[in-house]
């Protein structure tokens, strides 16, 4: 398993890729501040969330997903498929009330004012900065045009 | 299965590498770095 982990100010993003069926554990200790992430097509990921009355299994084959107040009480194991798993992960340093939606950019993108990005997958540019996978994009007082092609999370 | 597709990675400048291995035998490696918003 590896992770490239970026700690900013606010957010935290964790690029995290395991190798063919391997598993991670992850305590809620990790879940705790984690609200959401994507996973990258061509991979599965089994996420087995316990619950209070029994294990569940839930096949995530990509995209967008959410983690619940809910979900953040429960260990998670997560599985990958044959071809090994990959995502990204946005978690918050700063205790607060945060959302994220999933947007697919393909050409030019207002990212409204007070929203940042973390960039899922591809190269967008905004306000002179190019930004990559990985990377978080802050919010801005103004509405501003993201151009390019990506996956991007945005926050606020 | 589809084929993986490997996602990019950004190098980060002087990042933290930690690696550990779990109570399950998972070797988990860390690179870790501060950064600023762009």
Redesign the interface.
Known sequence: ?????????VFKTD?V?LDPN????CAIEITRSCIAGFV?????VYNSLRDQEEDFLTPCDGGFFEISDEDHLYPMLVTA????A?W?CVSYNVEGQYEAQPINVAGDYTLPAGW?FAVA?GEVT?DG??????????PRTTDIVVSGNADLIILR | MENLTEPQENTPPEPYIEEFTTENGTVYLEVYTKAEPL
Do not use: H, K, V, W
């Not at chain 1, 398993?1 to 100010?9: A, K, N, T």
């Not at chain 1, 391997?22 to 554990?25: C, K, N, R, V």
């Open positions: 398993m590896r992770d490239i982990s970026r700690e900013y100010p690029l890729y391997e598993q991670f554990y990258f097509q061509g991979n599965s498929g044959n071809n090994g990959s990204l940042g997958q905004a900065e190019t930004a990559t996978q990985g990377l978080y994009f802050g």
